[in-house]
C-alpha cells in the first residue's frame, strides 16, 4: 500500500510563498505520478499539480500556473509543491495524490493523503 503523508502547511500573508511536502513509502516514488489536490469550504475538490515519475512531465492548474511548481526528490521519496504569490482564494486543504502512470495531469488518483491547511490571509 501507497502512503502519503502531507507536511508544510499553515498560515501565510498574501503574496508569501509555502512549499508542502508530501513523503511516499510502501512503492518506489519513481513508479508513480504524483499529483496535488485542494478543497476550499463550500467547494469541489481540484485539481492543482502533477508529475510523473521522472520528473520530465509537469502539468499544472490554470488558476496556479505561473505561480506554484510541482517536483519531487526520488532519493527522499518526497514530492513538493512550492507556492508561490499566494492570495487568498488559494486557501484549501491540499491532498497530496498517486497513481500508478506514466501520465501527468488531471483525472483519477488511487492512493491519497490526509491532507494538510494552507490558509492565506488577505
Known amino acids: 500500500q501507497v502512503q502519503l503523508v502531507e507536511s508544510g502547511g499553515g498560515l501565510v500573508q498574501a503574496g508569501g510563498s509555502l512549499r508542502l511536502s508530501c513523503a511516499v513509502s510502501g512503492r518506489t516514488l519513481s513508479s508513480v505520478t504524483m499529483g496535488w489536490f485542494r478543497q476550499a469550504p463550500g467547494k469541489e475538490r481540484e485539481f492543482v499539480a502533477g508529475?510523473?515519475?521522472?520528473?520530465?512531465?509537469?502539468y499544472f492548474a490554470e488558476s496556479v500556473k505561473g505561480r506554484f511548481t510541482i517536483s519531487r526528490d526520488n532519493a527522499k521519496n518526497t514530492v513538493y509543491l512550492q507556492m508561490n504569490s499566494l492570495k487568498p482564494e488559494d486557501t484549501a486543504i491540499y491532498y497530496c495524490?498517486?497513481?500508478?502512470?506514466?501520465?501527468?495531469?488531471?483525472?483519477?488518483?488511487?492512493?491519497w493523503g490526509q491532507g494538510t491547511q494552507v490558509t492565506v490571509s488577505s
Open positions: 508529475i510523473n515519475w521522472s520528473g520530465g512531465s509537469r
Open positions: 495524490a498517486a497513481r500508478r502512470s506514466l501520465l501527468a495531469g488531471p483525472g483519477e488518483y488511487d492512493y
